[in-house]
């Protein structure tokens, strides 16, 4: 064991010792059973051919096959027991980890989700695959001895396959690793674009650019159909082998046992057993294709590793107890999102972020709420490092409301009041403020009315999603495309009940619409990551590039 992967592996194959035990004892149990089966059929048959009682032989070969076959079913309960218990285990440690590592994570959320399910879903099998190859050797082992027991020419004629079985093994194992490795890195990738692709399907549709974002989406399949072909090659070259390898060593050993019988040494029902044993000695070649999943296993291992070994970042300790809210950006960059970008928003300022979709408005307002790191620059925060803040201080001081907010808690009044410490009055002050409340108590329960049984239209979930925001009082208001699924009246009403009860907040608002942009106080234009202009919406209307943008992203 030497990289994280396999050190990885080796904490999941020690977490449930009871269970790895008591899957080794069972594997043992019918590995055993499989040795002595060939035998007891052996006896059985040449009782029968002598024309002695057989009954005893015939009663030992049903005990075997019957311990053998139980043996299989509880060992295969049992590994699958093991496997769900270690692939639970590894999700929660992935998932916690992801979470300490929060929006500075480098890792997109597909390629994360992809780690969270396949990823750990196949770690989590290496216990039972060790068991499996473990026992195939023993079995294979354990043949060639009773081989040997009954003629040793037969087992020196078996011995003389190992070698080409092992380096079959070997060959199979080393050719598979790095397309193995490559399938779960693209994999993770391709999964990563589509969620990507997904979640901005209404923006892609409003913007016209669905053949281009198709083609973003499946750049990576190429690579990816390299490395299924890489691995699926291997597999077939193994498989002929394999399947050339067997009936050759078998015809082998059976000429050698022909002479065995014609000498007298053998007897018919010795050859059968012959026929079981070199069954069993090939029974590792078979399991070859399990070193695929080993493989794979090894590789899953190291991406969860990956994650598990990017250091959480440290917590702030500092607190901003007063200012007007103002944020100042100085040389912020986002990797292939952000460049280089300067911006101060003054405290109590209505700015309007506007810009062609892939133009990094959500990258800047994740960068201005302290959601996400950037990879160089500054972010001040009333002349304080944003990165220095206690996390608590910052989602005191900030509220974040999203296109898609993720509504949790039991109830509707849960989903308002998540993460802060906010009564009834302040949930129903700040549904008011987001014009929703007529709609909350309408529902059969009101304000506790579970969420699984509350049916929301998408403008229904923003305004909650921006009560959720509005509910503690924040000094800086950011809205991702918050109120897009409102028709603007709604959404003027919204604005004004913000500015009657809220009056003096900075408003940071990522916005698609003209209506929107002209009620603000500035607006920052983006262009490619970069900020283009910073003016009124009157005076930035004059330039035709800025109308388009409008024209070509507006709903």
Known sequence: MSGPGDRLLAEVAGLDRFRLGLTVVVALVATAAGLLLPGALASAANAAIAGRGSLPQVLWLLTVGVVEAAADIVGGLVAVKLTSSATAWLRRKLSAHLLALGTRSQFAEGDALS????????????????????????????????????????????????????????????????????????????????????????????????????ARVLRPLPELNLAGRGIWRTQARMVWRAGLLLPAVEVAVLVAAGFGLAAGRLGVGDVLAVLGYVALGMNMVSQIPVLTTLSRARSCAERIAEVLEEPIPETGTRSVRHGGGTIELRHVSVAGELEELDLTVTGGTYLAVVGRSGSGKSALASVLGGLRAPRSGQVLLDGALMSRLRPEELRAVIGYAFERPALLGATVSDAVGYGSWAGDTAVRTACRLAQVHDVVVRLPDGYHTPLTETPLSGGEAQRLGLARALVHNPRVLILDDATASLDTVTEAAVEHAIDTALPGRTRIVVTRRTTTAARADMVAWLEDGRVRAVAPHDALWREPAYRKVFTEDET
């Open 115 to 214: 780690r969270l399910t396949v990823d750990c879903l196949n770690a989590g099998g290496v216990s039972a695959l060790f068991v499996q190859l473990g026992c195939s050797v023993l079995l294979s082992s354990g043949a060639i001895v009773l081989l040997a027991l009954l003629d040793w020419r037969l087992a020196v004629v078996f011995v003389a396959s190992v070698p080409l079985a092992l380096f079959l093994a070997r060959s199979h194992l080393r050719a598979t690793a790095t397309d193995v490795l490559s399938y779960q890195r693209v994999s993770g990738e391709l999964s990563a674009r589509l969620l990507d692709a997904v979640a901005g399907l209404r923006t892609i549709a409003t913007s016209g650019i669905a053949d281009r974002e198709s």
